[in-house]
């Protein structure tokens, strides 16, 4: 669009946004922030999703918002009985993984999901195209969604996803030359400066991407390890 409807607020200030129509011009446009601090930008346009970024004023005064076109996912919950159910549930998109030893790159964009009218449903903006999702939940583990395919201009469920309470660890198992996931069994944690017989395990096995997630863990150091 010739107009880009953008949205700004000082950090802490989330509720109180300022809402600005800048010009384009070429790929420039510009928009004027009447105090110093750290500002968070984005875009609001009903058929564009838009990346946000964080900028601190007069350190840097130039950002690149990246605007894709819109999808949406949605979703329903489900956790234990003795937990409330979530508040809010922040998506983090990411293009899928080509390689298994091909580190991954920065996240794509955040998009806020909003809970709908029907109680436990949940439904995000997203970016069209085919993306690996994390699911952020406060007070529970993240949540990952491999390869989802989002349609522009209309919404694809993920189905029901079980939430699960209290620490997670997350990572990826890179193979070197000449070995292949069937040479990791398992990604081990254990208690660091423990002696053997007091030790406690927990293990974990990656996937075909390596990518392996242990949840519920106690506050503690720990030793990881794949073997």
């Given at each position: 669009p010739d107009v880009l409807p953008i949205v700004f607020y000082r950090r802490g200030d989330s509720a109180n946004p300022s809402r600005a129509e800048a010009k384009r011009e070429g790929v420039h446009s510009q928009v004027t922030v009447g105090a110093r601090g750290v500002w968070y930008f984005t875009m609001d346009h009903k058929d564009l999703w838009c990346t946000g970024e964080w900028i601190e004023v007069p350190q840097k005064t130039a950002l690149v918002l990246t605007v894709l076109p819109l999808g949406k996912i949605s979703f329903s919950t489900s956790s234990e009985q003795s937990v409330r159910s979530p508040e809010s549930i922040r998506a983090r998109f990411r293009k899928p993984l080509a390689g298994d030893t091909e580190l991954r790159e920065p996240g794509t964009g955040v998009s806020?999901?909003?809970?709908?009218?029907?109680?436990?449903?949940w439904e995000c903006d997203a970016p069209a195209g085919e993306y690996d999702v994390e699911l952020s939940v406060p007070g529970h583990s993240p949540v990952y969604l491999w390869g989802v395919s989002i349609p522009r201009n209309r919404s694809v469920s993920v189905g029901s996803l079980r939430l699960r309470t209290g620490a997670s660890l997350t990572g990826y198992v890179a193979w070197g030359a000449g070995l292949k996931q069937k040479d990791t069994a398992a990604v081990v944690l254990d208690l660091a400066g423990l002696p053997a017989?007091?030790?406690?395990?927990?293990s974990a096995r990656p996937d075909k991407r390596g990518f392996f997630q242990f949840h519920g863990l106690p506050p503690a150091e720990y030793r990881i390890r794949a073997v």
């Open positions: 806020e999901c909003v809970s709908t009218a029907n109680g436990g449903r017989p007091q030790k406690r395990l927990f």
